[in-house]
């Protein structure tokens, strides 16, 4: 049996999710008794819409425009905002719950500043609704709504304009199939490049085992049923067990005495050949989030700046990347979450993209490492994480200044332009 482990020091699942579920289960009622004391006259918009308990607003079926296949449908602004914000904005966004949250954010700020006429009722409902959700969670809704609104300029009239709830309503439909497919498909995009970019030293020595691409069953000796990629994945609070026996650790990870969740990170996230060689339990934050195999899936290596430069070479490609399409121009804490949640996804036996790997949760996996480098009390750290990130992907500490970064993923795999620049887009 394995010694107790020691408390993991991460912070907890903090995404709310909880807490969204309750949103959406209070804004079925829409209260607004008959008789109250009034703040003055409500505020109707195309949000009612999406709000599913206004009597008013119908109910939109499912329907064959639930996807992305017919692009026409939707303006392309629309679907090139999705593609970025999968990327450089939020992995998991639901677009459609954004727009309803950042509404009444936006109405509660509106209220604060005596710039809204509400009935008390109102005002108190809504009160309720964002009460239920954490600190954390409301800042992010109030980021990602912004950053929404500046991807998708053409979102701001269809929100103040009732009438056009059901097309506000399409609009983010389609665009959460664009975010889903997003996010798939640099996950298989990854998949056939794994064997080289887990070896240490890919030019000299593939990595053993191989890893054969092809087929569903290439998958199934990856993960924990891999050496190699089993030591990527131990939790880093059980470190000294892989070491001093990795059959053993391999054994009871498979089993869950080894618990591989979302809040103890892995041991790929760390520095070094092997990852995590020099970990210091005492210094824990060295070398995390700079592990060569993150960097190479993604410091836009492979996802922004294409497939060949993953390595360290130069781009040879001739079509412009995900980072000068989205006009990237300095990596953010939302990039790394987004190459760790890909990079994790990536070495696993999954076949298909899903939120979760057993007791491992994806999403919480991605929010938690967000906070973690946002709310560090060494801020030298993590502004000096990002200029380590921006120097391996940019060769710039400040970032890129200007001009294109050329992709070689090919035509119709980058990831589409936006209406408008995105630099600092991921900020907090």
């Known amino acids: 049996?394995?010694?107790?482990?020691?408390?993991?020091?991460?912070p907890s699942d903090s995404?709310?999710?909880?807490?969204?579920?309750?949103?959406?289960?209070?804004?079925?009622?829409?209260?607004c008794p008959k008789k109250s004391k009034k703040r003055g006259h409500s505020h109707r918009s195309a949000m009612a819409g999406l709000d599913k308990g206004n009597p008013k607003s119908k109910k939109i079926k499912p329907s064959k425009d639930n996807d992305d296949s017919d692009p026409d449908?939707?303006?392309e602004e629309y679907l090139a905002a999705a593609r970025a914000i999968a990327c450089c904005v939020d992995l998991f966004c639901n677009v459609e719950k954004l727009l309803r949250v950042g509404f009444l954010l936006q109405q509660e700020q509106a209220a604060e500043n005596g710039e809204l006429d509400e009935l008390e009722a109102e005002h108190e409902s809504r009160k309720k609704r964002l009460a239920t959700l954490s600190t954390n969670t409301l800042d992010r809704y109030k980021r990602n709504y912004q950053q929404l609104l500046h991807l998708a300029p053409g979102l701001r009239p269809l929100i103040a304009d009732h009438p056009k709830s059901k097309q506000l309503t399409q609009i983010a439909r389609k665009m959460n199939a664009v975010i889903s497919r997003t996010r798939s498909d640099n996950a298989t995009r990854l998949k056939v490049q794994i064997g080289h970019y887990a070896a240490p030293e890919p030019l000299q020595e593939a990595l053993k085992p191989t890893i054969y691409n092809g087929g569903s069953l290439s998958r199934a000796h990856m993960g924990i049923n891999h050496p190699v990629l089993a030591s990527f994945l131990c939790p880093i609070s059980a470190l000294e067990d892989f070491k001093n026996d990795p059959a053993q650790a391999r054994k009871w990870m498979?089993?869950?005495?080894?618990?591989?969740?979302?809040?103890?990170?892995?041991?790929?996230?760390?520095?070094?050949?092997?990852?995590?060689s020099n970990y210091n339990e005492d210094a824990m934050h060295e070398g995390l989030f700079q592990g060569y195999f993150l960097e190479r899936i993604h410091i836009m290596r492979h996802i922004f700046t294409g497939p060949s430069t993953a390595l360290g070479d130069d781009s040879r490609a001739t079509h412009s990347c995900n980072a000068s399409l989205h006009d990237m121009t300095t990596v953010e804490v939302e990039h790394i979450a987004y190459a760790c949640v890909q990079a994790r996804f990536a070495i696993s036996n999954k076949n298909k993209?899903?939120?979760?790997?057993?007791?491992?949760?994806?999403?919480?996996?991605?929010?938690?490492?967000?906070?973690?480098?946002?709310?560090?009390?060494?801020?030298?750290?993590?502004?000096?994480?990002?200029?380590?990130?921006?120097?391996?992907?940019?060769?710039?500490?400040?970032?890129?200044e200007g001009g294109t970064i050329i992709d070689d993923n090919g035509p119709g795999n980058a990831a589409g332009s936006s209406s408008a620049p995105i630099n600092g887009l991921a900020k907090m």
């Open 353 to 400: 993209w899903a939120k979760a790997d057993g007791e491992f949760n994806n999403r919480a996996f991605y929010y938690n490492i967000i906070n973690f480098i946002h709310e560090c009390e060494d801020r030298d750290w993590a502004e000096g994480l990002l200029k380590w990130w921006n120097r391996a992907l940019f060769k710039n500490e400040n970032g890129r």
């Open 254 to 276: 498979e089993v869950g005495w080894i618990r591989m969740t979302s809040i103890d990170f892995p041991v790929f996230l760390w520095a070094g050949k092997p990852p995590a």
């Open 73 to 75: 449908q939707v303006p």
């Open 1 to 10: 049996m394995p010694h107790k482990r020691p408390q993991s020091p991460y």
């Open 15 to 31: 995404d709310g999710s909880s807490s969204d579920l309750s949103i959406l289960s209070m804004e079925r009622t829409h209260i």
